[in-house]
């Protein structure tokens, strides 16, 4: 009987000792990548941290001055905090009402409680694929005058049809019986979708809200057309202008990218778990 039982065990033992060849080729294809992706980055924060003669000397070689002198400067020179709350109030605002729409939009798509809601959902897809009419769009923005005009700059902000889509397949993955339940109870559409929808696609939510505000921080030809107020500048506008007045020394330049950076990143990283749920589970159905 221990005999029987000690040759499965040395079977396991030996099952366990082999190398998984595939897996770590898996993790050296992520490593790899993840070097490429960082790589621009930790050129960026090592040029940031040396002075101007040291990054004239050798602009590659590691910082050995550690010149954080190079933030300050970039946060007063570069107008930072009127950009900064510029870039603020145009991305949560425009962020705020879209999801706040988005949603009662995609709702009755997912569920077909309107008429084509297929062919609804079909059009959002398409408008992925079709370019910004730049030019039909300014001559509306004349028309109505809002041209140079921060709140015409948030409309521009109030559709984006990746989020309809993501919210239109994440909320296909909740039971119907919710519909049937809440209508039972008496609960109103308005208060159904607030109080019961929202919650459950909270992941979506915020996958779309990232992915909107992220748009909204890194635009750069939208304010370059309809902005020529400084006052209005966000804070890729401005780093144009602090660009062109310091563009020869390039550690500060480099100090005020990161900056600017800075936001999204730390956002990017606090929600990423929200994000790769609302991708994941948003593409279950179709």
């Excluded at 709350?85 to 605002?93: H, P």
Aim: with cysteine; aromatic share 14%.
């Amino acid at each position: 009987m221990n005999i029987m039982t000690a040759k499965p065990a040395s079977k396991q033992t030996f099952k366990s000792s082999r190398t998984d060849w595939g897996r770590i080729g898996a993790y050296a294809a992520l490593v790899f990548f993840a070097i490429i992706y960082l790589g621009p980055l930790l050129m960026l924060i090592n040029t940031s941290l040396k002075t101007l003669p040291e990054f004239m000397k050798n602009a590659t070689s590691l910082s050995t001055s550690f010149n954080f002198k190079n933030f300050a400067d970039a946060w007063t020179k570069a107008s930072f905090p009127r950009y900064l709350t510029n870039t603020l109030i145009y991305t949560l605002s425009a962020t705020t009402i879209y999801i706040a729409t988005a949603v009662f939009v995609a709702f009755p798509i997912s569920r077909g409680y309107v008429k084509g809601s297929k062919l609804l959902l079909t059009l959002f897809v398409i408008a992925l694929f079709l370019p910004v009419a730049l030019i039909p769009q300014f001559q509306l923005m004349l028309s109505v005058g809002l041209y140079n005009n921060p709140i015409g700059y948030i409309m521009l902000f109030l559709v984006n049809p990746i989020g309809i889509v993501i919210l239109v397949n994440y909320i296909k993955t909740l039971p119907k019986e919710l519909d049937e339940a809440a209508a039972i109870d008496g609960c109103s559409y308005f208060r159904f979708v607030t109080t019961v929808v929202f919650p459950l696609i909270q992941p979506a939510v915020a996958t779309v809200a990232v992915l909107h505000a992220i748009g909204i921080w890194n635009e750069l030809i939208l304010p370059t057309i309809y902005l020529t107020n400084k006052n209005y500048y966000p804070i890729t506008r401005g780093l144009i202008v602090f660009q062109g007045v310091y563009g020869s020394n390039w550690p500060t330049l480099a100090a005020a990218v990161l900056i600017m950076t800075l936001p999204m990143v730390i956002i990017f990283l606090v929600l990423q778990r929200y994000i790769v749920s609302g991708l994941t589970q948003g593409a279950v159905k179709g």
